[in-house]
């Protein structure tokens, strides 16, 4: 295992403000793109679950 390296990086300011925007500005369209697969996901389980409940 070789763990050579400056050491001198420092840990990011990761608090919720921080992580907020940076989704919000730097990935807004991967942001998008995954609320409406989850949209889509939500619809088809109530389509799915609809259609048991009427099977029988």
Do not use: H, Q, W
Not at 11 to 32: H, N
């Amino acid at each position: 295992l070789n763990l050579t390296g400056s050491g001198s990086e420092t840990a990011v300011d990761a608090g919720p403000v921080s992580i907020g925007l940076e989704l919000f500005e730097s990935y807004v369209f991967p942001f998008e793109i995954a609320s409406v697969v989850l949209l889509v996901a939500m619809v088809g389980v109530v389509v799915l679950r609809s259609r048991k409940g009427k099977d029988g």
